[in-house]
């Protein structure tokens, strides 16, 4: 009512400042009765009921769907948020609902249709909603000024006399000596296209235009006879199809406003443009080829009957692999892409310009570059989570059938897709680590300084990393950023924008280097973990050689990061060493072999593990219950309080990887990514 009672004065405004006095005919009052009220402006006015009708013809010679729209945003701004919430579901079903048959529905901003079409209306958050109708708002402006502005007392005919025509062309200037053919004037093309049409490709032209909703085009005697859950399933295939055309139509952007033109104009060469974009073209005729059979399914009345076929054709078999090759490769350059783009904009200033210029042309929807290159990771995100409603609603058994089995395929494809970007990103972070190591803190009489002293970090895989506290002794403590490798585990200091290894020395006096100095980088073919009994964040790793073994403390920055971290620690163990060494029931542990001069124990369950002490010398400690663990100079092994109560095996309880009883060191294929 509200809308309507602004609308109504607005028109009446504009009416009246167009017309300030009413023509000398109206103001007669020898008139017919029939029409006696309507002949005077003043007149309307004087009556309610006539100025309603009157206004609403009025009204009903232009769209005014854009006007009201803008009005109703409008009241947005002094809404609170229950109020909100309320009148965003009413704004959607009056201007935003595609399946609703409204009159007055506007055009909206592709990211707000995008949204909307995954998410219901009710369920978005406050400041979503008023955002979306702002953006909304704001696509209709131009409509608005233009309904409310004053029309021309002299209209401008559209097409100029031919005389006046003829006179204007004659002004335009002709280079002298310039042949043209005949009967084609100066200035005029009758051929060619301009920059922007160049780059228009024909399907992205296509896919400028909105889908067509099914209800819209399904007969109503046939959408009346679609029981609930079958209603329901076309809802979530419509959902399918029209989302595919966005992404479609986003990666053609992709191509057409940035990578050819970047090209054409020389900004970037085609090596590194299949750096930044790699197998764009590719995706974008497999996403177009699957858009395309899923329009062919919807030919029939816009009901689709079965799906499984096509889906099964896309991400399953050969197609399937080929489909995870190209998305593996395109999505696990984007975090590097993004990056080099971004320096590239800060170097270049022509090339930020162009960036800009680009990133506002319609076509982009209000979206930057940096937005659109992750629509292809985004993509595969939907895919299992589509799929498995459409199963969900289908009842024939065969059919649904192919549909889990191609949501099961786009899961794989998906993880897969995870994997390659995790692995990209930590060779990423492994080369800027690289860049910024200093090794100068190395020991040379350290028997792995002449090893590392050149260690390349890039050239090996990475597992795990993340910032840890090196308790080197109870009074010194190190913040350093633990780098966990395929067969090594470095620690490295920040300093400044340096990364530094560096040993450190385990006493205040001048002692013997080796003995007393611990390295920044551990084997693991040849170190162990421990729990530390009195920190739930600790634990030991125990690094044994030729000359003895030492105990590194690291602490983790919470218990449930100590867990983590404990798991991927075990991983890494585990391929460092080659082989299950942390089994149970009698099976054999780090230094049951009788490695390195080291006996072997008993400890509680028949377990074998280190019977020497971990320098030489030493025996054998009781524990409370009667089992018997390690004894020696490090003090491993001293009682009851530096093990877990009642002599638990450090794994027996809670093993590193936090997975209840279960050992670290599995099988190198258990661990195995």
Same mark, same amino acid.
């Given at each position: 009512?509200?809308?309507?009672?602004?609308?109504?004065?607005?028109?009446?405004?504009?009416?009246?400042?167009?017309?300030?006095?009413?023509?000398?005919?109206?103001?007669?009052?020898?008139?017919?009765?029939?029409?006696?009220?309507?002949?005077?402006?003043?007149?309307?006015?004087?009556?309610?009921?006539?100025?309603?009708?009157?206004?609403?013809?009025?009204?009903?010679?232009?769209?005014?769907?854009?006007?009201?729209?803008?009005?109703?945003?409008?009241?947005?701004?002094?809404?609170?948020?229950?109020?909100?919430?309320?009148?965003?579901?009413?704004?959607?079903?009056?201007?935003?609902?595609?399946?609703?048959?409204?009159?007055?529905?506007?055009?909206?901003?592709?990211?707000?249709?995008?949204?909307?079409?995954?998410?219901?209306?009710?369920?978005?958050?406050?400041?979503?909603?008023?955002?979306?109708?702002?953006?909304?708002?704001?696509?209709?402006?131009?409509?608005?000024?233009?309904?409310?502005?004053?029309?021309?007392?002299?209209?401008?005919?559209?097409?100029?006399?031919?005389?006046?025509?003829?006179?204007?062309?004659?002004?335009?200037?002709?280079?002298?000596?310039?042949?043209?053919?005949?009967?084609?004037?100066?200035?005029?093309?009758?051929?060619?296209?301009?920059?922007?049409?160049?780059?228009?490709?024909?399907?992205?032209?296509?896919?400028?235009?909105?889908?067509?909703?099914?209800?819209?085009?399904?007969?109503p005697d046939t959408l009346k006879d679609l029981s609930k859950k079958e209603t329901k399933r076309q809802e979530v295939i419509n959902e399918l199809f029209a989302t595919e055309h966005?992404?479609?139509?986003?990666?053609?952007?992709?191509?057409?406003?940035?990578?050819?033109?970047?090209?054409?104009?020389?900004?970037?060469?085609?090596?590194?443009?299949?750096?930044?974009?790699?197998?764009?073209?590719?995706?974008?005729?497999?996403?177009?080829?699957?858009?395309?059979?899923?329009?062919?399914?919807?030919?029939?009345?816009?009901?689709?009957?079965?799906?499984?076929?096509?889906?099964?054709?896309?991400?399953?078999?050969?197609?399937?692999?080929?489909?995870?090759?190209?998305?593996?490769?395109?999505?696990?350059?984007?975090?590097?892409?993004?990056?080099?783009?971004?320096?590239?904009?800060?170097?270049?200033?022509?090339?930020?310009?162009?960036?800009?210029?680009?990133?506002?042309?319609?076509?982009?929807?209000?979206?930057?570059?940096?937005?659109?290159?992750?629509?292809?990771?985004?993509?595969?995100?939907?895919?299992?989570?589509?799929?498995?409603?459409?199963?969900?609603?289908?009842?024939?058994?065969?059919?649904?059938?192919?549909?889990?089995?191609?949501?099961?395929?786009?899961?794989?494809?998906?993880?897969?897709?995870?994997?390659?970007?995790?692995?990209?990103?930590?060779?990423?972070?492994?080369?800027?680590?690289?860049?910024?190591?200093?090794?100068?803190?190395?020991?040379?009489?350290?028997?792995?300084?002449?090893?590392?002293?050149?260690?390349?970090?890039?050239?090996?895989?990475?597992?795990?990393?993340?910032?840890?506290?090196?308790?080197?002794?109870?009074?010194?403590?190190?913040?350093?950023?633990?780098?966990?490798?395929?067969?090594?585990?470095?620690?490295?200091?920040?300093?400044?924008?340096?990364?530094?290894?560096?040993?450190?020395?385990?006493?205040?006096?001048?002692?013997?280097?080796?003995?007393?100095?611990?390295?920044?980088?551990?084997?693991?073919?040849?170190?162990?973990?421990?729990?530390?009994?009195?920190?739930?964040?600790?634990?030991?790793?125990?690094?044994?050689?030729?000359?003895?073994?030492?105990?590194?403390?690291?602490?983790?920055?919470?218990?449930?990061?100590? +867990?983590?971290?404990? $798991? *991927?620690?075990?991983? /890494?163990?585990?391929? =460092?060493?080659? #082989? @299950? !060494?942390? %089994? &149970?029931?009698?099976?054999?542990?780090?230094?049951?072999?009788?490695?390195?001069?080291?006996?072997?124990?008993?400890?509680?369950?028949?377990?074998?593990?280190?019977?020497?002490?971990?320098?030489?010398?030493?025996?054998?400690?009781?524990?409370?219950?009667?089992?018997?663990?390690?004894?020696?100079?490090?003090?491993?092994? +001293?009682?009851?309080? $530096? *093990?877990?109560?009642? /002599?638990?095996?450090? =794994?027996?309880? #809670? @093993? !590193?990887? %936090? &997975?209840?009883?279960?050992?670290?060191?599995?099988?190198?294929?258990?661990?195995?990514?």
């Amino acid at each position: 009512m509200i809308i309507s009672v602004l609308t109504f004065l607005s028109v009446l405004l504009t009416y009246s400042i167009l017309y300030p006095s009413p023509p000398h005919s109206l103001s007669t009052n020898t008139v017919d009765d029939h029409s006696s009220h309507f002949t005077s402006i003043e007149l309307v006015k004087s009556r309610p009921t006539h100025l309603l009708v009157f206004l609403q013809h009025v009204i009903l010679q232009f769209d005014c769907s854009s006007l009201l729209c803008y009005l109703h945003a409008d009241l947005f701004k002094n809404l609170s948020t229950k109020e909100t919430k309320k009148q965003f579901v009413e704004f959607y079903n009056s201007f935003l609902d595609k399946s609703a048959v409204s009159i007055l529905r506007v055009q909206i901003p592709h990211n707000v249709s995008f949204e909307l079409d995954r998410t219901r209306p009710d369920l978005l958050s406050e400041e979503q909603q008023k955002k979306f109708v702002q953006d909304v708002q704001l696509a209709q402006a131009p409509e608005t000024l233009f309904i409310l502005s004053p029309i021309p007392l002299i209209p401008i005919p559209l097409y100029l006399p031919l005389s006046s025509s003829s006179v204007l062309l004659s002004s335009i200037s002709v280079d002298e000596g310039v042949l043209l053919p005949e009967g084609v004037l100066p200035g005029l093309s009758l051929s060619g296209t301009t920059p922007q049409q160049e780059e228009q490709d024909p399907r992205l032209l296509e896919l400028e235009q909105d889908p067509p909703n099914w209800r819209e085009h399904t007969p109503p005697d046939t959408l009346k006879d679609l029981s609930k859950k079958e209603t329901k399933r076309q809802e979530v295939i419509n959902e399918l199809f029209a989302t595919e055309h966005a992404h479609v139509r986003m990666l053609s952007v992709l191509q057409t406003v940035f990578w050819k033109p970047l090209e054409r104009e020389e900004l970037m060469t085609a090596t590194e443009l299949a750096t930044i974009f790699p197998s764009l073209d590719e995706i974008i005729d497999m996403h177009y080829a699957f858009y395309e059979h899923l329009k062919k399914l919807r030919q029939h009345n816009f009901i689709v009957k079965a799906i499984g076929t096509t889906l099964l054709n896309r991400f399953g078999g050969t197609e399937g692999e080929w489909f995870q090759k190209l998305t593996s490769r395109f999505c696990s350059h984007q975090t590097w892409a993004l990056e080099q783009l971004k320096m590239r904009q800060k170097k270049d200033p022509r090339f930020n310009s162009f960036i800009l210029e680009a990133e506002s042309r319609p076509q982009c929807r209000r979206l930057q570059l940096k937005d659109i290159i992750p629509t292809e990771m985004q993509r595969l995100t939907k895919y299992p989570l589509l799929l498995e409603n459409i199963a969900k609603c289908t009842e024939d058994t065969l059919e649904k059938e192919s549909i889990q089995q191609s949501a099961e395929c786009c899961r794989k494809i998906l993880n897969h897709v995870n994997e390659e970007v995790k692995q990209m990103e930590n060779l990423l972070t492994l080369k800027d680590y690289q860049r910024r190591l200093d090794t100068s803190g190395l020991k040379p009489s350290n028997e792995l300084y002449l090893e590392y002293k050149y260690l390349d970090l890039a050239q090996r895989r990475m597992i795990y990393e993340g910032p840890l506290t090196w308790r080197v002794t109870k009074e010194k403590t190190l913040e350093v950023q633990c780098v966990l490798l395929g067969d090594l585990l470095v620690l490295l200091q920040k300093q400044d924008d340096k990364m530094v290894l560096k040993c450190q020395s385990k006493s205040n006096i001048a002692v013997q280097e080796g003995k007393q100095m611990l390295s920044p980088i551990i084997k693991l073919d040849s170190a162990f973990l421990r729990e530390v009994a009195t920190d739930r964040k600790a634990f030991y790793v125990i690094f044994t050689w030729d000359s003895g073994a030492q105990i590194y403390e690291l602490v983790a920055q919470s218990v449930g990061e100590r +867990r983590n971290g404990g $798991e *991927w620690f075990g991983k /890494g163990i585990g391929r =460092g060493r080659g #082989r @299950s !060494e942390w %089994g &149970r029931g009698g099976e054999k542990c780090l230094g049951g072999e009788a490695r390195r001069g080291l006996g072997e124990g008993e400890v509680s369950g028949g377990e074998k593990g280190l019977g020497r002490g971990l320098g030489g010398g030493g025996g054998e400690g009781e524990v409370s219950g009667g089992e018997k663990c390690l004894g020696g100079e490090e003090g491993i092994g +001293r009682g009851r309080s $530096e *093990w877990e109560r009642e /002599g638990d095996w450090e =794994g027996r309880r #809670r @093993s !590193e990887c %936090g &997975r209840g009883e279960r050992f670290m060191g599995r099988e190198e294929e258990r661990w195995k990514i």
